[in-house]
């Protein structure tokens, strides 16, 4: 099993900066994609970013040049490093981690989720 524990959400001003941290623990003998999506109250969790195990990322377009999703793969840890933030990116920010291949083949494709991080943007 994974856990992924999120922290670094806080309060900030329009153009504001902050860096999120998700630590990961339990079984890491994988070949894993980790990734930031956020969530606003009553609607759909949506996609923000993501970093492959070689170091491949990909962005969502709306915080394409402002956020960086960086990997520690030493530590098991992600971060995104968000700068020039707007009232849109207020959300409660989840990490995910899915493991595309593994030592132990039964956990291929599994998918493992934190509890969150809110980051609130005033104007």
């Known amino acids: 099993q994974v856990q992924l524990v999120e922290s670094g959400g806080d309060s900030v001003q329009t153009g504001g900066s902050l860096r999120l941290s998700c630590a990961a623990s339990g079984y890491t003998a994988c070949k894993s994609d980790m990734s930031w999506y956020r969530q606003v109250s009553g609607k759909e969790r949506e996609f923000v970013s993501n970093?492959?195990?070689?170091?491949?990322?990909t962005y969502a377009n709306s915080v394409k040049g402002r956020f960086t999703i960086l990997r520690d793969n030493a530590n098991n840890t992600v971060y995104l490093q968000m700068n020039s933030l707007k009232p849109e990116d207020t959300a409660m920010y989840y990490c995910?981690?899915?493991?595309?291949?593994?030592?132990?083949?039964?956990?291929?494709?599994?998918?493992?989720w934190g509890q969150g991080t809110q980051v609130t943007v005033s104007s």
């Open positions: 995910r981690k899915y493991l595309r291949t593994c030592a132990y083949r039964p956990f291929d494709g599994r998918d493992f």
């Open positions: 970093v492959k195990d070689d170091g491949t990322t």
